[in-house]
C-alpha cells in the first residue's frame, strides 16, 4: 500500500504554545515534514514526553502520544515497544528532563539497544522552571540558581550515549533545517536506539548560547560537520582539520607545509573511541561536531526478549506462573 502524506497532517488541532522564537517551532516543522515522508500511518508512529517546554510536542501531532510523569517518558517507552513491537516510538525530552530524572532510564535504554528514537533538545538550560541549570548547562553560565555563574562541571549528551551504547548517535541544530531533516530521516530509519541531540536556542533563559555556530560569519570557524569517509575538516577556506593524536584530538593547519592530513570520519566504527571524543569537543578550544557519530547495527532489546521467550535456555529456573511456587527447576 503507497502512503500519500502530508506534513500538515501531522499537525494536531492545539494551538502551538511555545515562547516567540523559540527553536523547538523549527524542530516541530522538521519533525512533521519527516513523518510526512515515512512510508508509514499516523496510527504506526507514538511520541512519548515528560515535563518541560519540548516535552509539549505529542500535544502537537496528530499521532498516539502520551505524557507522562517527569522522567518517566522513556520505561513507558521500554514498556510499549515490548507491548507493541510493530509502533516506531519516539520520546521527546529537553535537557533539564532528559539528563536529570530520567538520565538512568536513557543510559539503560541504550544499553539494551531498544529500537526507540529519542529526540533530546537541548539549550543547556531548565526553561520551563524558569531558567535554573540543567546538566548540560556550561560553566560561568548566567542562571536563576547561580546568578554569578554555573561552577558545576557540565555532560555531552551524545558522549554519553555513545558510552552507554546507543548504535546510532548525532546531533544537529534547530536553525540548520536541511541537515536536521537529514538527521531525523536517518534515525527514523535505523533499527535499535536511535539518539539525536537538537541544539536549540532559548530566546527567554539561554539566548545566544550557541551563537557561534549558527551565525553566518562564525559558524565555519566553530563547527565541524560530520561526513561518512569524508575528513574532517573546517575554518572558512577548509584549512583546519582533526586529527587524533594518540589518546586525545589534535587540531592541523591544513594549509602549511608538511601538515599531516586530517583524520577520516567513520561512523561505523564498532570501537566507540572515536565517537566519544568527537561528542565532547567544545568550544573555544575545539570546533563542535554535528552530524552522525556512530552508526552500528546490533540486535534490538524486543527481538531478543522475545527470542528468550521462544527458545528459552534449560538450564536456567524457569518461572511457573500458575503455581504456588514462584521458580521450578527441570
Known amino acids: 500500500m503507497t502512503i500519500h502524506n502530508q506534513p500538515t497532517d501531522f499537525a494536531s488541532e492545539q494551538e502551538v504554545r511555545w515562547c516567540p522564537g523559540c527553536g523547538d517551532f523549527a524542530i516541530l516543522t522538521q519533525v512533521k515534514k519527516m513523518l510526512s515522508e515515512m512510508p508509514l500511518l499516523r496510527e504506526q508512529q507514538v511520541f512519548l514526553s515528560g515535563i518541560g517546554c519540548a516535552s509539549r ?3 502537537y501531532l496528530s499521532t498516539y502520544g502520551f505524557r507522562g510523569l517527569h522522567g518517566g517518558a522513556v520505561s513507558a517507552a521500554m514498556g510499549l515497544k515490548i507491548a507493541q513491537p510493530n509502533l516506531t516510538v519516539w520520546i521527546v525530552l529537553g535537557d533539564g528532563e532528559g539528563f536529570g530524572p530520567a538520565t538512568q532510564h536513557i543510559l539503560h535504554a541504550c544499553r539494551r539497544n531498544v ?9 543547556e538550560i531548565r526553561g520551563l522552571s524558569r531558567g ?7 560553566p560561568g553560565t548566567l542562571t536563576a540558581t547561580c546568578p554569578e555563574g554555573s561552577f558545576d ?4 549528551p551524545c558522549a554519553l550515549a555513545i558510552a552507554a551504547g546507543a548504535t546510532f548517535v548525532a546531533r544537529s541544530l534547530d536553525v540548520d533545517v536541511d541537515h536536521l531533516g537529514t538527521i531525523l530521516q536517518r ?9 539525536v541531540e537538537i541544539l536549540q536556542n532559548c530566546k527567554v533563559y539561554n539566548d545566544l548560547v550557541f551563537d557561534n555556530l549558527t551565525t553566518q560569519h562564525e559558524r565555519p570557524e566553530h563547527l565541524v560537520y560530520l561526513e561518512h569517509g569524508k575528513p574532517m575538516v573546517y575554518g572558512s577556506q577548509g584549512s583546519l582539520g582533526i586529527r587524533f593524536e594518540d589518546a586525545s584530538v589534535g587540531l592541523v593547519q591544513l594549509n602549511q607545509p608538511g601538515s599531516p592530513p586530517p583524520a577520516i570520519h567513520d561512523e561505523s566504527s564498532e570501537n566507540p573511541f572515536a565517537a566519544q571524543m568527537l561528542a565532547s569537543l567544545e568550544n ?3 570546533p563542535e561536531c554535528i552530524g552522525v557519530f556512530r552508526a552500528i547495527s546490533k ?18 529456573p524457569r518461572l511457573d506462573l500458575a503455581g504456588p511456587d514462584s521458580f521450578t527447576v527441570e
Open 57 to 59: 510536542m505529542p500535544n
Open 115 to 123: 529500537d526507540v528514537k529519542v529526540l533530546l533538545i537541548n539549550n
Open 132 to 138: 535554573q541549570e540543567s546538566a548540560t548547562t556550561r
Open 153 to 156: 562541571n557540565h555532560w555531552h
Open 187 to 195: 534515525a527514523s530509519a535505523h533499527k535499535g536506539l536511535a539518539f
Open 284 to 286: 573555544p578550544d575545539f
Open 299 to 316: 540486535i534490538c532489546h524486543h527481538e531478543s526478549f522475545y527470542r528468550g521467550i521462544e527458545t528459552p535456555n534449560p538450564e536456567l
